[in-house]
């Protein structure tokens, strides 16, 4: 069982910075595989980043490559998104996964994948 919380959302103008951070409860943090998503208002829930338990493979979505930047610190039971030059556009509900997998490389984009979900932190950007 793994308990997800995460924090560092907040309101930012168009082309600030934040950075999220989810902190997870258990002993097996590194066995677990983890991923970002969002949702924004009438919107379906979407994938944003991902990243393997050894932290040596990474997925982005298309929307965000080159702006956001996943990472983790198994030690710290942590996994970070930092989001860079924002847009209007980001604004959602944050919500960070997990995923208990073997493979030392899996990563996924699919929220089916993934086993446990965090409530979610707020990401306004304002134009």
């Known amino acids: 069982q793994v308990q997800l919380v995460e924090s560092g959302g907040g309101l930012v103008q168009a082309g600030g910075s934040l950075r999220l951070a989810c902190a997870a409860s258990?002993?097996?943090?590194?066995?677990?595989?983890m991923g970002w998503f969002r949702q924004a208002p009438g919107k379906e829930r979407e994938f944003v980043a991902a990243i393997s338990w050894a932290g040596g493979n990474t997925a982005y979505a298309d929307s965000v490559k080159g702006r956001f930047t996943i990472s983790r610190d198994n030690a710290k039971n942590t996994v970070y998104l930092q989001m860079n030059s924002l847009k209007p556009e980001d604004t959602a509900v944050y919500y960070c996964a997990a995923a208990f997998r073997i493979s030392r490389d899996y990563v996924s984009s699919l929220p089916a994948e993934y086993s446990y979900w965090g409530q979610g932190t707020q990401v306004t950007v304002s134009s």
């Open positions: 258990g002993p097996t943090f590194f066995r677990y595989a």
